[in-house]
T-cell receptor, first 113, second 114 residues
C-alpha cells in the first residue's frame, strides 16, 4: 500500500530555531513530492514541489530535500518565526498513471515567541 | 489572478438530505481534483477530472457520491442521502494540466451532517 508518514505529529519550539520536518513514503517509485502548509480552518498552501529527478528545492527560508532510495523527504525551516505556526503536510504523487496525491497526516508546528 | 474558490464555505444538513458542493478552479486549469479531509487527518483523494471527463473516480467511497464537470471548468460534488460519517472538509484543487505541476487548493467546504 502506498502510504506517507509524518512523525512527530506535533512540535513546539522557541522562536529562532532551525527546524527539520520529516516525511517518509513506502514506495520509491514517485513522480513528485509536494509540501503544503495549512492554517487552522483554511485550505492548503503549496510551499515546494520536488520532481522525482530533483534532490532539493529552495524558497526563502524553506528548503526541501528528496531521497527516493530511502523513501524520505525533509523540509528545513531556517530561523523559525511565530508566523510559521501551522500544520505542514507532505504529499506524494506516485508513478503508475494516477494523478492523485497521497498525503501524510501532517505535523502541527507551534513556534513560541 | 483568482485562486480556487469553493462554495459554500460551510454547510450544515440533516442526515438523509442531498447536498451539492461547488468548485471554481483557476482559469485555464484543465485538471481538477476533489479531496476529503477528516479532523486530524490528511486529505484523501476522491476524484480527478481532466477536462470534462472523470479520469479517476477510484476514491469515491460509495455510490452516494457523484461529481460532474460539464463544461470543463466548474465542478459540483454531489452527495445523496448524507450520513453523519460524511462530515468533513471537502477540498478542491486544480492544476494547469495533468502531470508534474503543482496542485492549487481552495479553502474547502466544511460539511456537517447532523
Amino acid at each position: 500500500k502506498q502510504e506517507v508518514t509524518q512523525i512527530p505529529a506535533a512540535l513546539s519550539v522557541p522562536e529562532g530555531e532551525n527546524l527539520v520536518l520529516n516525511c517518509s513514503f513506502t514506495d520509491s517509485a514517485i513522480y513528485n513530492l509536494q509540501w503544503f502548509r495549512q492554517d487552522p480552518g483554511k485550505g492548503l498552501t503549496s510551499l515546494l514541489l520536488i520532481q522525482s529527478s530533483q534532490r532539493e528545492q529552495t524558497s526563502g527560508r524553506l528548503n526541501a530535500s528528496l531521497d527516493k532510495s530511502s523513501g524520505r523527504s525533509t523540509l528545513y525551516i531556517a530561523a523559525s518565526q511565530p508566523g510559521d505556526s501551522a500544520t505542514y503536510l507532505c504529499a506524494v504523487k506516485y508513478q503508475g498513471g494516477s494523478e492523485k496525491l497521497v498525503f501524510g497526516k501532517g505535523m502541527k508546528l507551534t513556534v513560541n515567541p | 489572478g483568482a485562486g480556487v474558490s469553493q462554495t459554500p464555505s460551510n454547510k450544515v444538513t440533516e442526515k438523509g438530505k442531498y447536498v451539492e458542493l461547488r468548485c471554481d478552479p483557476i482559469s485555464g486549469h484543465t485538471a481538477l481534483y476533489w479531496y476529503r479531509q477528516s479532523l486530524g487527518q490528511g486529505p484523501e483523494f476522491l476524484i480527478y477530472f481532466q477536462g470534462t471527463g472523470a479520469a479517476d473516480d477510484s476514491g469515491l467511497p460509495n455510490d452516494r457520491f457523484f461529481a460532474v464537470r460539464p463544461e470543463g471548468s466548474v465542478s459540483t460534488l454531489k452527495i445523496q442521502r448524507t450520513e453523519r460519517g460524511d462530515s468533513a472538509v471537502y477540498l478542491c484543487a486544480s492544476s494547469l494540466t495533468r502531470g508534474s505541476g503543482t496542485q492549487y487548493f481552495g479553502p474547502g467546504t466544511r460539511l456537517l451532517v447532523l
